[in-house]
């Protein structure tokens, strides 16, 4: 950003009004341009983080599910997987990080094309949250007979 | 250019090339993704809400060949989308920015590579376990 900045022309045209939606200028300028048309600070930094646990979550669950025990799923494969802590720990982080990743990515693309106010994406994220947990406490109900065994 | 036009103008003239293409199968393989990742849940739990045998009814229609096949596709999708990522980590930390078309590259090359572990596993159970192999979709 440095270097853009050291290049700007001496007449350079003024800026144009920050768009609907964004947060106050002033001191808060650049936090404005860049909140006011992306997802914020920690969905960013969580979306990174929930990926590197999906990389390594979802290839042990696909080789687990698609190359081992293809053709041999059923009620008891899952259980004799989920078995094992290894197992549990996977599922259970990739049902977490999954409804997380999922959700924020679903929310970056409405962001890209509608919701402009602060007032409607703030309520975005709310009611992504609240269904996010309860998809992750149905997820846990539903994996329960296998983790409790 | 004022610092606010350079940071709103990010994106200007993109709508074009290699990375528009990585751009929109990114985000369709992410919604595909979402969707799946919702309708698995759903399925993967009609063991508490309706029982094991419903469950493992849904397993024996998933070994038909079209639902392998079907999986194949999930699978690359998984593989494009989670290999697409690890190209914008890599840019984010600031890593191969002036080679990223050589990144895409090679990130394209371990998913494809990775994609033919599956498809081998898939199609020599097409082949070992339905008479006909792929005639058995009809």
């Known amino acids: ?149 | 250019m004022s610092p606010v036009d350079a940071t709103t103008n990010v994106g200007a003239g993109n709508w074009k090339g290699l990375g528009m293409w990585a751009w929109l199968l990114f985000r369709i393989a992410g919604i595909v993704l979402v969707v799946y990742l919702f309708a698995h849940i759903v399925v993967i739990s009609s063991a508490r809400w309706s029982g094991h045998s419903t469950l493992n009814s849904a397993f024996t229609l998933f070994d038909h060949p079209l639902f392998v096949l079907l999986d194949l596709l999930l699978v690359w999708a998984v593989l494009f989308h989670a290999l697409n990522g690890v190209r914008i980590v890599l840019m984010d930390f600031g890593l191969g920015i002036h080679r990223h078309k050589l990144v895409f590259v090679a990130c394209m090359a371990v998913a494809v590579i990775s994609l033919c572990f599956f498809a081998f596993k898939a199609f020599s159970y097409i082949a070992a376990h339905h008479a006909g192999g792929l005639g058995g979709l009809v």
């Open chain 1, 1 to 149: 950003m440095t270097a853009q900045v050291t290049q700007t022309p001496p007449q350079a045209p003024p800026a144009p009004a920050p768009a609907r939606g964004a947060a106050a200028p002033g001191g808060r300028m650049r936090r404005g341009v860049i909140d006011g048309s992306r997802g914020g600070m920690w969905a960013w930094l969580f979306q990174r983080v929930t990926a590197v646990v999906l990389i390594v979550g979802l290839m042990t669950h696909l080789i687990a599910t698609h190359i081992i025990n293809l053709g041999h799923l059923s009620f008891l494969n899952i259980g004799d997987r989920l078995g094992s802590p290894f197992f549990v720990i996977i599922d259970v982080s990739l049902l977490a990080a999954s409804i997380f990743h999922g959700l924020n990515g679903a929310r970056m693309v409405v962001l890209d094309y509608w919701l402009q106010s602060v007032a409607a994406r703030r309520a975005l994220a709310i009611a992504l949250w609240l269904f996010g947990s309860v998809t992750f406490v149905y997820g846990m109900w539903a994996l329960w007979p296998w983790i409790s065994k």
